[in-house]
């Protein structure tokens, strides 16, 4: 039992304080933190430790005291009685995205490897080349395909922005990532074990996915494996959208697409072919049968270049003709041939008409070859089986004779000022115009959507509405994504957005709000240079075997795959970029949570430790 004496000590040493509007008794010698974890209120904290004398470096832990001069520290100041805290507020929040902010602009490390970050799937490269290194193929084909499908399709198809992100680049040259990634999608579809994804239980719910290109079918795999019962609408014959009628087989072979689109069916997903919209079934129908729909129609009608002499016969659309090779028409082209545009579409239609026959084979591009849009190695094998091209070089008009083109009036242009896309801006010199003969013409500038048959609202630029939050249409459980809504883009930035709208439709069905992650926060190594690598070992890039050029007549595969050595050698190269904490790490959490802008402080001088682990459980990197 207490002595009177005690007694009197404990009453004098309880503190009333309130916090956040909750009153609660305080021993005296208490911080405000420790106040506040023992009702529950959860401050932020990074360099305070129990084990250590607080020491308020950080300042994330910042909170307000009624009466205070100014905002302080929780872990190092004590409760006094009738202190007044606030956890809080705006002033509070803004006040610790400040010290977060400080932080990381001294923070010389990269959460995310670059190429992880470049990716618009934010596929985890770095992992699964670790993965690869260490033969663990299976492994990592489940996590490229935590974010893509398609590893076998998407290897050989990628523009790949992940390699022009590479740290490599600063050592000699990028780590071939995607050309990994083929080899492991490959590995993996032709082993007898294959990787299949654990689906949740069956939802009830139904959900239909119009157009069976990377959006769609990506919407389908992530529906199904989050346990809805999927149909895919499939207007053409075969599945694969422009992977199966925009690129050509010997890209992507036929065969390897349809494997890989196996992986989606075998999860359940029905693939209804030859279904058109409009005539088949209606979006009243689909709304009647299913309990959400997803767009993924893409952009599939040639653009026009909109001069004179357009109607002529013998000028076409590149994906008009890319189509008809894709359903094995084998359509007559001229001898020669001009292909307008720098895209890898355009790029396809000129290497396709080598192949199917023409003599002569001229690219002609409005800008430099530095501001193509087509993959650095699409130009030179096109270039190699002698595809001309001509750059600066803009149409004027077609010319023809009889209705039939036999030529192009162009102009020569000049580059300007970076125009909203970031490339410079091409403008005509005047006086320079000149004539190239052809007697097929096919313009390869881009494609238009069919926004009219959905009955959902469209864009000025006519392509589909959708709430950038939720990604729902003008009718709520119609979602889209896709080229259909963002214009004609990559087949990695479609397969994103599939994945995205599945986790929408998925909350969507649960009954929950829609509420989509921004990409992650991820602090980075700004102002690295080939200085930074100057004692990296170097290592050339494995090459990719490819077929000979002699041998390129048909649509035989060009480029072969690694092999498991090649793939190994390859592996190697990579420099693991990202921070081992990155799934672990408070300041990367708190940057997140309080919307970091990690570049706000860019540009200072940035101090350089060694690491100093003289302190028993403290380490300075
Ligand atoms: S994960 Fe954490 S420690 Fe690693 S780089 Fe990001 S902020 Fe720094
Ligand atoms: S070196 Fe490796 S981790 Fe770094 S950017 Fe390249 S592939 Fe990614
Ligand atoms: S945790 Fe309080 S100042 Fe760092």
Redesign the pocket.
């Known amino acids: 039992m207490a002595t009177v004496k005690e007694k009197t000590k404990t009453k004098t040493e309880t503190l009333n304080i309130e916090i956040n509007g909750r009153k609660h008794a305080a021993k005296k010698g208490q911080t405000i933190l420790d106040v506040a974890a023992e009702i529950g209120i959860d401050i932020p904290t990074l360099c305070h430790d129990p084990r250590i004398k607080p020491y308020g470096s950080c300042r994330v832990c910042l909170v307000e005291v009624e009466g205070a001069r100014g905002p302080l520290v929780a872990c190092a100041t004590e409760v006094a009685d009738e202190m007044k805290i606030n956890t809080e507020t705006d002033a509070i929040k803004e006040l610790r995205k400040l010290s977060l902010e400080l932080l990381i602009s001294n923070h010389w490390a990269d959460c995310i490897?670059?190429?992880?970050k470049a990716c618009p799937a934010e596929t985890d490269?770095?992992g699964y080349?670790g993965l690869i290194n260490q033969g663990r193929y299976h492994e990592a084909v489940k996590l490229i395909k935590e974010t893509n499908p398609f590893p076998a399709i998407i290897g050989r198809v990628c523009t790949r922005p992940?390699e022009d992100?590479?740290?490599?680049n600063l050592v000699d040259e990028?780590?071939s990532?995607c050309w990994l990634k083929r080899f492991v999608g490959d590995f993996d579809l032709n082993s007898e074990n294959r990787y299949r994804p654990q689906k949740a239980k069956d939802s009830g719910k139904k959900v239909a996915v119009i157009g069976s290109g990377p959006a769609g079918l990506s919407c389908a795999y992530y529906s199904a494996i989050n346990g809805h019962d999927v149909t895919v609408f499939e207007a053409k014959p075969e599945a694969g959208g422009m992977l199966y009628y925009g690129i050509p087989a010997y890209r992507l072979p036929k065969d390897l697409l349809d494997k890989e689109i196996s992986t989606v069916t075998e999860l359940g997903v029905d693939i209804q072919k030859n279904k058109a919209l409009g005539d088949d079934f209606t979006m009243e129908s689909l709304q009647k049968d299913y309990d959400a729909v997803f767009l993924g129609i893409g952009a599939q009608v040639a653009s026009k270049m909109g001069i004179e002499g357009e109607d002529l016969d013998g000028v076409l659309g590149g994906v008009d003709i890319l189509r008809e090779i894709g359903l094995n028409k084998k359509p007559e082209v001229g001898r020669k041939v001009a292909v307008i545009g720098g895209g890898n579409s355009a790029i396809d239609t000129a290497r396709s008409s080598v192949r199917l026959g023409a003599k002569e084979v001229t690219l002609i591009y409005r800008r430099s070859r530095n501001e193509m849009p087509a993959h650095e190695i699409e130009i030179k094998e096109a270039e190699e089986e002698g595809v001309k091209l001509k750059l600066l070089t803009n149409p004027s008009r077609f010319l023809g004779k009889n209705g039939k083109v036999n030529g192009l009036e162009c102009v020569r242009m000049e580059l300007g000022e970076p125009d909203e896309s970031g490339r410079r801006r091409p403008s005509p010199v005047k006086g320079s115009e000149f004539k190239i003969e052809a007697d097929m013409v096919i313009v390869a500038i881009g494609q238009n959507i069919e926004v009219e048959k959905t009955g959902v609202k469209s864009t000025e630029r006519n392509r589909i509405q959708i709430d950038n939050n939720t990604l729902q249409t003008s009718i709520p459980n119609v979602f889209a994504g896709g080229d259909a809504v963002v214009g004609p883009d990559t087949a990695i930035g479609a397969i994103a957005a599939g994945r995205r709208a599945s986790i929408a439709i998925n909350q969507h069905l649960a009954g929950e709000k829609i509420k989509l992650e921004d990409k992650s926060f991820s602090a980075e190594k700004f102002g690295i240079s080939k200085e930074d690598f100057k004692d990296e070992p170097k290592a050339k890039s494995v090459k990719m075997p490819d077929i000979k050029v002699s041998e390129r007549k048909g649509f035989k595969e060009v480029e072969e795959g690694y092999s498991e050595k090649e793939a190994l050698k390859e592996a190697k190269?990579?420099?693991?970029?990202?921070c081992i904490k990155q799934n672990d790490c408070d300041l990367r959490d708190l940057s997140q949570e309080y919307g970091v802008d990690a570049t706000r402080f860019e540009g200072g001088e940035m101090l350089h430790f060694d690491i100093d682990a003289r302190h028993p459980f403290v380490k300075q990197d």
């Open positions: 490897a670059p190429c992880v490269a770095q080349i992940c992100a590479c740290r490599r990028k780590v990532i190269r990579c420099l693991e970029c990202g």
